[in-house]
């Protein structure tokens, strides 16, 4: 049974650049999509980006200029690096296995629990 | 970017009576190369994540019980939950992955009325 954990500072100041890693266990990261998703408390879903087993990735064009994923595939894990934060990056962040074709992800089968990050100074 | 429409934006539904959640999409998510629909529905119950009910609109994920299903193809889709259950209280969301960036609909909350 795939498990996904999100782990980072909870609390980024503006300016900086928010940084979460999410370890995969039960299962390799060799395979399918890995993505980001972010939920402001209280309202709706927004899917971030992705990496794919092969390195690939895309983003939210809403988001593009400021966000990275990467992968560390010894450790199991991938990584959100999102910059210049400011309030409206203050979010739920979770993170995601989506399943998927070797051109592109489809649903995502297995969530992260969350990790709330609050942008303040 | 597609632009994922529910309705409505809440429904109360009395214990073991049906619930209805409707989708639109603002264009097609049906791929003529296999003819399926890139849809999926998710459920969110209070201080958890997103749990994976239906994909390709109408496939059950394993697990999820047989009294939700979906239903829709292009643009139009439906979540029905029969016989509603307590512990089926949540926020609802379709997702669309036919185009990056993927986008979801707003959500739909079900009560018990």
């Known amino acids: 049974q795939v498990q996904l954990q999100e782990s980072g500072p909870g609390l980024v100041k503006p300016s900086e650049t928010l940084s979460l890693t999410c370890t995969v266990s039960?299962?390799?990261?060799?395979?399918?999509?890995w993505s980001w998703i972010r939920q402001p408390p209280g309202k709706g879903l927004e899917w971030i980006g992705y990496?794919?087993?092969?390195?690939?990735?895309k983003y939210n064009p809403s988001l593009k200029s400021r966000v990275s994923i990467s992968v560390d595939t010894s450790k199991n894990q991938f990584s959100l690096q999102l910059s210049s934060v400011t309030a409206a990056d203050t979010a739920f962040y979770y993170c995601?296995?989506?399943?998927?074709?070797?051109?592109?992800?489809?649903?995502?089968?297995?969530w992260g629990q969350g990790t709330l990050v609050t942008v303040s100074s | 970017d597609i632009v994922m429409t529910q309705s409505p934006d809440s429904l109360a539904v009395s214990l073991g009576e049906r619930a209805t959640i409707n989708c639109r999409a603002s264009?097609?998510?049906?791929?003529?190369?296999?003819?399926?629909?890139?849809l999926g529905w998710y459920q969110q119950k209070a201080g958890q994540p997103p749990k994976l009910l239906i994909y390709?609109?109408?496939t059950r994920e394993s697990g999820v019980p047989d009294r939700f299903s979906g239903s829709g193809s292009g643009t139009d889709f439906t979540l029905t939950i029969n016989s509603l259950q307590a512990e089926d209280v949540a926020v609802y969301y379709c997702?669309?992955?036919?185009?990056?960036?993927?986008?979801f609909g707003q959500g739909t909350k079900v009560e018990v009325k």
């Open positions: 990496i794919s087993y092969t390195g690939s990735t």
């Open positions: 997702q669309q992955y036919y185009d990056t960036p993927q986008t």
């Open positions: 264009q097609s998510v049906l791929h003529s190369s296999n003819n399926r629909n890139y």
């Open positions: 995601a296995r989506q399943v998927g074709s070797q051109w592109m992800p489809y649903y995502s089968d297995c």
């Open positions: 390709w609109a109408s």
């Open positions: 039960g299962g390799s990261i060799n395979t399918y999509y």
